[in-house]
């Protein structure tokens, strides 16, 4: 099995295990059986506007084996990033939800909501109904001098309607007016992977996730193996003209994929396909599961890119085949 090589999973959570209030079909399963056979379940999300404990019951409500020791979120991540750089009690205006609140406080840090405040930091994170008056006061604060730092730079976010606004383009507002770039925290940057070996104490991870931009990019910026799963953002199409540092050490269809055998790829062949670069195109030959084919598709387009990637028109004909 693939999980067999790993001791701890680091599981994103929107695109992976669920779409908004609804399970991804097999997941809450599949993650049930990993945990039997002894995986480490890590539910690291760089979504901040929830608590932990609210993340974990909502996994649970799914069927999903979680505690609120099991997650780690980007606004954990931001809080203590932010506690490393201002005085111990600082205060810190929240442009974001309770989530982000309560890991600024359990860092030692006085959350407030208003520039009037005086506060050392500005941290922000995508919460639901957002407000321009918080946006405002969090400007104000940052252009007086307070540290600014985003919880992650996710422009977009999956929902079972389709991709909505993310905490980055959110971001954009205060950064905008102020001339000012936060500093990141959540993924492809390095404080949540590091906030999550810390909180895991993980030996050999294995990063899972949906997106090659923050999932897959993370894991390449800390050193360690991926699973890309096709249940959210990334396309079959985005992964095939990935550059290298969105490149996934494995790909599957979902969470079912830690349980199976992965195949091995070799010159192009995968299962009973094998692919080719041919004329400028893509070409990929013979049959069998969609997921193999794409598993030999990407082998034989990253062989031929390299350092660089490919472009889609040169692998439209494989898509085809893998609809």
Not at 256 to 261: D, F, G, M, S, V
Not at 297 to 318: I, Q, S, Y
């Amino acid at each position: 099995m693939l999980i067999d090589g790993y001791d701890t999973l680091l599981l994103d959570l929107d695109g992976v295990v669920y779409l908004g209030s609804h399970a991804v079909p097999g997941a809450p399963e599949a993650l049930e059986e990993a945990q039997r056979r002894g995986a480490r379940l890590a539910y690291v999300t760089n979504n901040a506007s929830r608590t932990p404990a609210a993340i974990a019951g909502h996994l649970r409500e799914l069927g999903a084996p979680a505690t609120a020791d099991d997650i780690v979120t980007s606004a954990q991540a931001a809080a203590r990033l932010v506690a490393e750089r201002v005085p111990p009690g600082s205060s810190v205006l929240v442009v974001g939800g309770s989530g982000l609140r309560l890991a600024v406080r359990d860092r030692g840090l006085r959350p407030v909501s208003t520039a009037a405040e005086s506060p050392a930091a500005v941290v922000q994170g995508i919460a639901p109904g957002l407000a321009y008056g918080l946006l405002a006061e969090g400007a104000l604060a940052v252009r007086h001098g307070a540290l600014f730092v985003a919880s992650n730079r996710d422009s977009t976010m999956p929902t079972r309607r389709g991709e909505l606004p993310g905490n980055g383009a959110m971001v954009r507002v205060i950064a905008a007016a102020t001339g000012v770039e936060p500093v990141y925290a959540g993924k492809p940057d390095p404080p949540l992977h590091r906030e999550s070996m810390i909180r895991t104490g993980a030996r050999r991870p294995l990063v899972v996730g949906d997106r090659l931009d923050t999932d897959i990019e993370g894991a390449s910026n800390a050193g360690v193996e991926s699973l890309l799963v096709l249940t959210g953002v990334s396309t079959p199409a985005d992964v095939l003209t990935a550059e290298p540092r969105h490149r996934p050490t494995y790909v599957g269809e979902d969470l079912r994929t830690l349980l199976l055998p992965y195949p091995e790829v070799r010159d192009g062949a995968c299962g009973g396909w094998r692919a080719r670069w041919q004329y400028g195109a893509l070409r990929l030959d013979g049959d069998g599961s969609r997921i193999d084919g794409l598993r030999a598709a990407c082998a034989a387009a990253w062989t031929v890119a390299g350092d660089g990637r490919v472009e889609e028109d040169a692998v439209k004909p494989v898509l085809d085949r893998l609809r």
